[in-house]
């Protein structure tokens, strides 16, 4: 039952020093656990950011692979091409020495590049312009000639000439012709 | 829950101040359910709330965190209504500047709120937990005589009286009174020789005498009525009732040559008091024969006697420690 005019003030264990005390350590043990939740925040995020950036490592890594693998067989395309460039250039030179060996009382009516021989079908006023004016330098180029004659309607001689490089000789002949010979099988 | 622990671990200090005419008695218990209540009390030669005082008081109270400070409210705009109601306050008085407090929806005593504020302020330096009413102290005091019967109730105080109608715990009529002296009166008296005290006494009484004639004339009317009473009835029930009460008397048989002319002053208080139960037509009025006094000073057999033969009242007075009574309203409080 109530008596006193007033409420009685509320009696409490801890003095205000106390307080005062608990409220500074409590300040600093919350501001300690901010800040090793804090720390263990940001070494989580470092955690993950390794990780990710090893993944990319990885990556990467095949990446590089796949172009270094690239770039290879690119530089294989290039190699070739220029291979192929440098063949050409060859065979066109080839062609036109072919075309200089050719004297101007013969026509040529075919050429069939083979890969160790040259087939000429053409015509000639007689066997001595084609035998002293052509097979000679193919004699001197070719291992093995053959000619096959034929007459036409107007009196000339159709011939049709066969000539073939033989690659045992030339190895013998010349040793670094085995080595280009070995890179061309290669591509 | 952990206050209730706390509660239990420490022991509670209750401090009561009881403020009289010239000087302070701080009245200090220990309590703790261990141990059985240790009681100091201590005098101070001064009315006001000193640095000793408080030194006194702050040496038991430093003992433990559950420390009460209850002091009694002597402010002389208190009093006590036989209502609760707010409707029915209005018929006795202006209540708006007063604090109020029902006693079991029955009954209100009342105080100033400014004299609640001033004993807050007098008190600031320990602060104060309980300010209680001499109207709480004195139906507490004889809680087992108002709960059963009709009777003028009495708390005499050195400067006060508070003066109570009970009828079976309800209130009838409350008035907080008054009776103090000036201190200068007082040593004037104490400095004069023997026969100038008689002189003086004999002429405060004769005033005394001249100004309540009146108001004993006007209580004619209940004395026919005392003398249809068997009054060796009442000495009968008082005599069977209330052995306590006599042997309590017996202590406060010890007079001083100002406690005459004090008690006159309290019996002219009480008696006009009953004339204004009486009279005022505000107040349910029952015929009173029994007046029980609640002494906390130890008054004169000059008072039970005036009482007695003036206004034939069967007179029992109980001594009461206002210090114990105060904790013990404040451990009631509590619970």
Known sequence: ?187 | MLGKLFESIYSKVFVAIVIERSKSVVYIQISSKKHTPKNYHKSFEDTEFTTTMREYIDSFIGESPFSYICVLDYSEEQGAIPTCSTKDMSAFGDFSASKMMCHENDWAYYTSVSGIETIKKTYAGIGVDFIFSSFSILSSFFKDKIETQLGLFVLVEENYITVGVFDKMKLLFGEHLYVGHDNNQDEMMMDSSDSEIDLDLESSIDLDDIDTMSDIDGLDDFGDIEDLDAIDEIDEFSQSQDDDFLDEEDDFLVQGPSSFNEDYQRFTAIQNSVNRFYKDSKYQSKFIETVYIADAIGVSADLKTYLEEEMFFSVFVRHIDLGGEMIDLAKAELK
């Open chain 1, 1 to 187: 039952m109530k008596y006193s005019y007033i409420k009685p003030r509320k009696k409490s264990v801890i003095s205000a020093e106390l307080k005062l005390i608990f409220s500074f350590f409590s300040i600093t043990l919350i501001m300690l656990f901010l800040t090793y939740f804090f720390l263990f925040f940001k070494d989580y995020r470092f955690t993950q950011n390794i990780e990710d950036i090893k993944q990319k490592m990885i990556e990467l890594e095949a990446s590089v692979q796949k172009m270094n693998s690239q770039i290879t067989f690119i530089e294989k395309e290039v190699q070739l091409s220029e291979r192929i460039s440098t063949k050409n250039t060859v065979l066109k030179d080839s062609i036109a020495n072919l075309f200089d060996l050719v004297p101007q009382r013969i026509t040529l009516s075919q050429a069939t590049l083979l890969k160790n021989g040259l087939i000429l079908h053409g015509i000639t006023p007689n066997k001595d312009v084609y035998n002293f004016m052509l097979q000679a330098p193919l004699r001197s180029i070719f291992h093995r000639t053959y000619s096959s004659f034929y007459e036409s309607q107007n009196g000339w001689l159709k011939f049709v000439s066969t000539n073939y490089i033989d690659e045992e000789e030339l190895s013998l002949e010349s040793p670094r012709y085995e080595e280009e010979k070995e890179v061309d099988d290669e591509d």
